[in-house]
């Protein structure tokens, strides 16, 4: 079958298409036919070898498609299954195997495509504004990157919850898609010399509850000081770099704040927790709450041009590798 192989960590191209023998089932695990693949910042760091995967590997964290195989002691999942999987590599490829007790099965209104584009940020974004920090009506948030894939899902979700959404975008291009998502104020960092001091004007000369920062290193100082006292810093990302070793002691003179470093992992641990936040993201898709824009489909062939144009900050909304195409 035709997959991609990483067989030495670096950009975007060390990404090759290969032939490559199908998986097989073990005790366990499931088969499935790829119809759809998403693209994510996760996919970049493991192509970077910033988590140490093994070599080779293929990467890939989120996929939908077909069950086609199952092995020995899979209860609950059978052939012809239309499912999806999150953080598990190995989905930028025709077939990819999976542990079947972490399969999300798909309803039947929910496409491949849809699945595949919304299952990780769908559910980073409903544990961000629910676990990480509850989002309550009146809430002025702080998105970074808000036309980006976690963006515009997030800006989605807080604006749902009745909070208002200021976002930051490179582009005024960018900037139009995260007002059309929901962003009440939209800034682009370039355009001004001191990000917190415009976030604080935007909201009536105060700091902020929470800010979500996906992009690290750029911004990491800017969200500190967009914060009010006892405010909180959802740190969930690095795009931009990881953010370097820091004073504790800052929290404190920011105004006794906190700061969390979360994971998807960690709130999708349990088979009940899994499941119940991919209905929750399903529902919300169904009644129109969230919108999912998908803004490029690649080829296997061209998963490298994927990576750099997510890199090169060229993309809004969410990109698949769609192995059939
Ligand atoms: P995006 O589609 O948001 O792409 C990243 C965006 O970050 C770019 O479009 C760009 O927007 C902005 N950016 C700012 N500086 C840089 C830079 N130097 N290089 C590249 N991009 C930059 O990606 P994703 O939606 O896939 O991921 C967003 C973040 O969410 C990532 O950090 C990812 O790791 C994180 N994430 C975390 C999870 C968790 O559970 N902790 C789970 C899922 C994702 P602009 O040009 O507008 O500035």
Known sequence: MRAIRVDEVGGPEVLREAEVEPPRPGPGEAVVEVAASGVNFLDVYHREGRYGLPLPFTPGTEGAGTVVEVGPGVAGVAVGDRVGWVEIPGSYAERAVVDASRLVPLPDDIGFETAAAVLLQGMTAHYLVTDAYPVRRGDTVLVHAAAGGMGLLLTQLVTHLGGRVIGTASTTAKAG???????????????????????????????????????????????????????????FGAASGAVPPFDPMRLARGGSLTLIRPSLGDYIADRSELLRRAADVFAWVRSGALEVTVTGRYALSEASLAHSDLEGRRTTGKLLVVPGA
């Open 177 to 235: 898609s995260a007002r059309r998502a929901g962003a009440a104020e939209v800034i682009l960092p370039s355009a001004v010399d001191d990000l917190a001091a415009e976030v604080r004007r935007l909201n009536g000369g105060r700091g902020l509850p929470v800010v979500f920062d996906g992009v690290g290193a750029h911004t990491f100082d800017a969200s500190l000081a967009s914060l009010r006292p006892r405010g909180h810093l959802v740190l």
